[in-house]
């Protein structure tokens, strides 16, 4: 299983970035996909999942009504379309697929990883 995260890049505050995670190697539509994201210097933290059937997405409060998560099974893609972006949503965005159908914000869950693609926002 390969994931390919794309889409990073510079940003002005208030602007918009769009992510894209192209699949391969699994039925990437029977699975809930997630985007992470690590900033310097932290942790890495749950930014938004979607779980197979594409309803009820979940997302991190910070992140909550500036970014939207979809994907499109016949892509075997997911996106994380990025709002209104503020300097605190620089770090490295990584997509992954998880083990489970049902969408969640535990990275444990999560068994496949891409390898990330970098966003900076500027103020």
């Known amino acids: 299983v390969q994931l390919q995260a794309s889409g990073g890049g510079t940003a002005q505050a208030g602007g918009s970035l769009r992510l894209s995670c192209e699949a391969s190697g699994r039925r990437f539509s029977l699975y809930a996909m997630g985007w992470f994201r690590r900033a310097p210097g932290k942790e890495r933290e749950f930014v938004a999942a979607?779980?197979?059937?594409?309803?009820?997405?979940l997302y991190a409060e910070s992140v909550e009504g500036r970014f939207t998560i979809s994907k499109d099974n016949a892509r075997d893609t997911v996106y994380l379309h990025m709002n209104r972006l503020i300097p605190a949503d620089t770090a490295v965005y990584y997509c992954?697929?998880?083990?489970?159908?049902?969408?969640?914000?535990?990275?444990?869950?999560?068994?496949?990883w891409g390898q990330g693609t970098e966003v900076t926002v500027s103020s």
């Open positions: 979607m779980g197979w059937r594409g309803k009820t997405p």
């Open positions: 992954a697929s998880s083990t489970s159908s049902v969408a969640t914000t535990m990275d444990r869950s999560y068994k496949y």
